[in-house]
Structures are given as C-alpha cells and as structure tokens.
C-alpha cells in the first residue's frame, strides 16, 4: 500500500522542535519505537509511517539513541527490515541488545512527558503515536463514561459560536483538565488533540466535523484538513484516545468541581438560564445564539 498523500510531507523534520532548548528529537525516536513494537503487527500503512519517521529521525540522534532503538527492534519480530539496515541491526543482534544504554532517569516516557513530545510532533507524528496507544497497558487507568448529550451540545454550541473560549471552559470541565491544557486542545492548529477529546467523550463523527469546520479557521477553512482529521477519527479506537485522556490528566489534572454548572438539572442553574431551554434542544446541525446569562466559566 502506498502511502497517501492526505498525510502531510516531512519536510522540516530535521528540524522539529527543540523545547526550551531541549531537542526532542531522540525521545521522539525512541517513545515511536516504544509504541510500535507494543503491537504485535502493523497495517501495510502503518508500517510505512512508521519506517519514514524513523529514518527521518535516525540521522539526526546520536549514537546512544540509535543503539537503544536498534536493542528494542531486535527483540520485535515484526521490526522494519529498512530500519534495522539502517542500524545495522540485523547482523549483530545479541550485541546491541547487551550493549543497548539504559533509559537515564528524568527522560520523557509514556507517561505526562508524552504531552509536551505530543504537542511539539507534527501532525503525521501525532497520528503514529495515537494509532499505537492502544497496545500500551495500563492497569490503574481511569476510564470516565461517555460525557452526558447536554455537555456535548454544549461544546458544539460554542463551536458553532466561534467561541474557543466558552469551549475551553467547558472542555477543562468535562475531561478534568487544567485551564492550561484545554485551551492547548482548543487553539491547537493541527486538530488531533479535539479529535482525541471527541472520541473520549463519546461524541459522534457528525459532532466533531461541524466542530471542526467552526471552532478554529486554521482547520475548518481547509476541506483536506478537515477530511483528514475525520479520518483520524474513525481510526482512534476509544482505548488509545482514554490512554491519552489518562495521559493528560497526569500531567496537569485537576478534579472538576463537584458543582460545576454542566447538566441542565444543576442546582446552581438560575431563572434567566431556564428561561431558554430551546436552544440545547434545537436540531444538532442548527447555529443558535448563546446565551449570555450564565457564565461557564471563573
């Protein structure tokens, strides 16, 4: 299968992001890795995905982190020929797995490092790391229910408003986020951070498309990026995207307070509020006005 060309190109991927003076680039290499020998088999796709990030990386990490990746190809059965060439790893196996540095206390791993290394991929890097979270095990993950139809009427009704704002607030809400983190959700340009909210909270295909057509022109004034998101979508299976629901809420959660004005039947609701109801049982794909008289958010 060739790869499509949906997929954004690699260029700049040498030059990905160093954060804070910090090049992410040999943690990326090796938390990709980490994630693709965690399934037992790959997709003709996914394969090709992974062996094009991989060789655009490896010539840009030093030798450790080559000699750390080629260690945990050589145990996985289904590793790349292509890559393990490229290492040499196919002809001295034993050896590099004896020789291969252990991972130094403090590096980003699977767990809240992996925000910052998410947010900092680019989109192609993004989708390898969600289509593999799903073989990471995790025994003590939460795994919230779905959100309620209201929350989810309410995030698309702020999205249809062009409102980032009120939807930021009511995403912290509903996922147990940081005010931080959700507004990195809301205001990302790339769209896969929504995508995976979405399929935590249970929305429908439907709902996240009208949201990501409205709520941020850098994605909805393009129909590819749009069509390639929804894509995503159908691709995220709910266990990768409750992984990095879990993931995020580890590195800058905070518990919803236990009133917060979410449901219809919240006891802090005031007159003006049910003065309107219409507007949440209006027909889904309809732009109403929102009200103004409650404040979602501090």
């Not at 998410?118 to 993950?141: G, K, Q």
């Amino acid at each position: 299968m060739s790869k499509s060309s949906a997929y954004p190109p690699l260029d700049g991927l040498v030059d990905l992001a160093c954060r804070d003076g910090v090049d992410i680039r040999p943690t990326l290499l090796r938390v990709l890795t980490d994630l693709y020998v965690q399934k037992p088999g790959h997709s003709a796709e996914e394969e090709i995905q992974y062996v094009e990030l991989a060789l655009g990386l490896i010539g840009t990490v030093d030798a450790p982190t080559r000699a750390a990746v080629a260690a945990t190809l050589s145990n996985y059965a289904a590793a790349p020929a292509a890559i393990l060439d490229t290492l040499g790893a196919r002809k001295a196996q034993p050896a590099i797995a004896a020789a291969a540095p252990a991972k130094t206390e403090g590096e980003p791993t699977l767990g809240s490092d992996l925000v910052e290394l998410f947010f900092a991929a680019s989109a192609e890097e993004r989708r390898l790391i969600l289509i593999n979270l799903d073989a990471v095990e995790e025994t003590d993950m939460r795994r919230p229910p779905p959100a309620t139809m209201e929350t989810i009427r309410r995030l698309e009704a702020a999205a249809l408003q062009r409102n980032p704002d009120e939807f930021g607030r009511l995403l912290e809400r509903a996922l147990g986020l940081s005010r931080e983190l959700a507004e990195r959700i809301t205001r990302d340009a790339s769209g896969e951070p929504i995508v995976v909210a979405a399929r935590a909270l249970g929305m429908t295909a439907a709902v996240l498309q009208r949201i990501l057509l409205f709520l941020n022109p850098a994605i909805g004034q393009s129909v590819a990026r749009v069509y390639d998101l929804a894509g995503l979508f159908a691709e995220l299976t709910p266990a990768a995207a409750q992984r990095m629901h879990s993931i995020w809420r580890q590195s800058n959660a905070r518990v919803p307070p236990p009133h917060a004005p979410l449901h219809w039947d919240d006891e802090r609701r005031d007159a003006r509020s049910l003065s309107t109801p219409a507007r949440y049982r209006s027909d889904r794909g309809r732009v109403t006005q929102p009200s103004r008289a409650k404040n979602h958010g501090k």
